[in-house]
Every structure is written in C-alpha cells, then in structure tokens.
C-alpha cells in the first residue's frame, strides 16, 4: 500500500524543510536553539529519545517544535529482523509521530534484535527473497499504523553474506515497488560501504533509485586502519569529509535537490560548527540548482 507523507494540519511542507539544510537535534543546543534561534531548514531527533510522555526531552521538544520543522529516525523499530515488530514499541513510535506530525518519518534498513535481547547496534541483512518478503511486510506494518509513508535508510556495512543473491540496489529497488516507502539516502553510509567493500561509491550512486530520495544524511566517520584491513567506521562523531562532500554534489548533479541533514551524534562541537556545515551543504545546493536552470 502506498501512502503520501502526512503534513502537519493539513498544510504543505515547510519551505525551511524543503530549501535550507538541517541538523541533528541534541539536548546540548536545546538552550541556545531557543535563545538565539539560528536561520536553519529543520530539526531531527531519534525517536527513541523522545518516547516518554513527559520529562525534560519533550519539553523542550515541543518548545523548539513550535519554531521549526522537525524529522524523525527511528532507531530501534529492527525492521530487519526476523521476528515480528514489536507492538508496544511501534505504537509509542506512532503516538510520538502523531504528537510532533514530522515532515518525514525514517528507519533504517536493518535489524538489532534477537529473541528478546535488544543488541544497540544496527545490523546488515542479506539481500535474499526471504529477507525481502520480512521486510516488506514489516515496512507495510509501519506504514499501515503511522498512516504516512516512510522513508528508508541504505545501511553502512562491514561484511556481506555468501546467501544474498542480489545486490544491495536491486534489493532496495524491489523494496520501495513493492511498499511504496520512499528512501533516504545517507551519502556516509555510501562511502564506508563501498570503502569497506571497495567498490565505487560514484557508481552506487548512480544507480541507485534517485526518485524515491526524499531525504539526504551527511555525517562523518572514523577510519579504522588496522594492518589486516582498513575499515571505515559509520562514528558519526566527526565533520563530514571530503570524500562525502564530492559524493554529495554528484549525487545532487544526477537527482536533483533534496531537503539535507547534517547528522552528529557524539563528540557533539559547538552548535555554530553544525550551522556552518549546514551552510555549506546549502552553498553546494544553490550552486547545482543555479547550475540546472543554465541548462
């Protein structure tokens, strides 16, 4: 079943959220968010923060929501499991989801429990007709209760399993045509994958299917350069890297503009150096529309 994201009130999306670039949102800035009010497209949160009902976290979420537009990862729903979602999870997800009305709401594709032990980690799946059949039910699952589509987020990976009997592109192609959920592209997830894999990440990415993008995550990562194999780590505790910044303007060049997030999620800087990567995602968006209109 295919559903169109459902807009706050009724209304259209933001401009912010569809022009400007945004930034994780992380207690440490909730302050200086409400004091200073920085020029700035959107806010995301991990909705496993922010499932109380109460407490400091929805408090001042719902402070910094009256000001700005707001997106929502989900972290924890393991969609790539192989067991059932969990119900009481989901519907806390589809009461904060109702609570705060995102203009999207994302998960990844991947799984992090087993039996009833919950791993913190996000795991790959194979890409194989069984795991693509549980994941479309549970994707169909989600959106059934959220009355909204989804996004979904291509994984960062670190090995890959002798079932698979299809690439990583075809099996996320099959994915959004069968659920119609839409994507978002993480470009850092592109370059530790392909890096870890050596493959081309230029080459994944132009192949991957650019028209269900409805959202971008940049982030950096950690190179892990142990002499039996160097890995790059998805750490998401650093500036984006050059590497993600050129792979972000080619995939701009082949698909066209498309609402930016800046993602950071430890070694938290001050909020100005996520404002100035902010702009500069900005500054690589106006350049390329400019570009296209030339055309």
């Known amino acids: 079943m295919v559903f169109t994201p459902k807009q706050s009130q009724g209304a259209p999306a933001p401009s912010s959220f569809i022009d400007n670039t945004g930034i994780s949102l992380k207690p440490s800035y909730y302050h200086e968010i409400l004091d200073q009010r920085p020029t700035l497209g959107f806010f995301e949160i991990h909705a496993e923060n922010y499932l109380s009902l109460g407490g400091p976290a929805r408090y001042y979420l719902q402070k910094i929501r009256a000001h700005y537009a707001f997106t929502i990862h989900g972290v924890g729903l393991s969609i790539g499991a192989d067991t059932p979602l969990d119900l009481a999870h989901l519907k806390r997800i589809a009461q904060l989801v109702e609570d705060v009305q995102p203009e999207v709401f994302s998960e990844h594709l991947a799984w992090s429990t087993h039996d009833h032990t919950f791993l913190n980690d996000l795991l790959p799946v194979a890409y194989d007709q069984a795991t693509l059949n549980r994941v479309c039910e549970h994707i169909d699952q989600l959106q059934s209760t959220l009355k909204r589509q989804i996004l979904m987020e291509n994984p960062s990976t ?21 659920t119609g959920c839409g994507l978002l592209l993480d470009i850092n997830n592109v370059e530790v994958s392909c890096f870890n894999h050596q493959t081309n990440p230029f080459d994944y990415i132009n192949g991957f299917p650019g028209d269900a993008v409805g959202q971008i995550h940049l982030a950096g990562h950690t190179l892990d350069e142990n002499p039996t194999i160097a890995l790059k780590i998805d750490s998401h505790d650093t500036p984006v890297s050059n590497e993600v910044w050129r792979l972000y303007q080619h995939t701009l060049t082949i698909m066209g503009d498309r609402p930016t997030l800046i993602e950071r999620d430890s070694h938290l800087p001050t909020l100005s150096v996520l404002l100035a990567e902010a702009q500069q995602a900005d500054q690589i968006r106006a350049h390329i529309k400019q570009e296209s209109r030339h055309e």
């Open 158 to 178: 670190y090995f890959e399993f002798h079932r698979s009997d299809r690439s990583e592109i075809d099996f996320i192609r099959e994915m959004t045509q069968r």
